[in-house]
């Protein structure tokens, strides 16, 4: 069962930057859909950006696209999010999901995730 941790959230001003990692417990990451998602205070868990198994291609939710870029560094078994342009309403608990299994359609949809992190918190400042 592979271990998921984030680091690299905190405190930043509206426009501002930062880096997200998900570092996972074991090899092989790269067989993982690896994912981001977000929840603020009052709100669902929604999807933020990743990659499906085995692939290269990345996929961004509308609000985060041509702002946030995922990445992954399979020697390192870890998956970053650069998060540029930062808005108010991008604060929430930032999550890395994983899984070697799923359904293609259901890729954005927590649901398909098994593995989860504990989330790290990321708040954007006026």
Not at 22 to 39: D, I, L, P
Request: with cysteine; proline share 3%.
């Amino acid at each position: 069962q592979v271990q998921l941790v984030e680091s690299g959230g905190g405190l930043v001003p509206t426009g501002g930057s930062l880096r997200l990692s998900c570092k996972a417990s074991e090899g092989n990451f790269r067989t993982y859909s690896v994912s981001w998602f977000r929840q603020a205070p009052g709100k669902d868990r929604e999807f933020v950006a990743g990659y499906k198994r085995s692939g290269h291609t990345t996929y961004y939710a509308d609000p985060v696209k041509g702002r946030f870029t995922v990445s992954r560094d399979s020697a390192e078994n870890a998956v970053y999010l650069q998060m540029n342009s930062l808005e108010l309403e991008d604060t929430a608990v930032y999550y890395c999901a994983a899984s070697r299994a799923m359904i293609t359609s259901t890729f954005r949809q927590p649901s398909a995730y098994h593995y989860w992190g504990r989330g790290t918190q990321v708040t954007v400042s006026s």
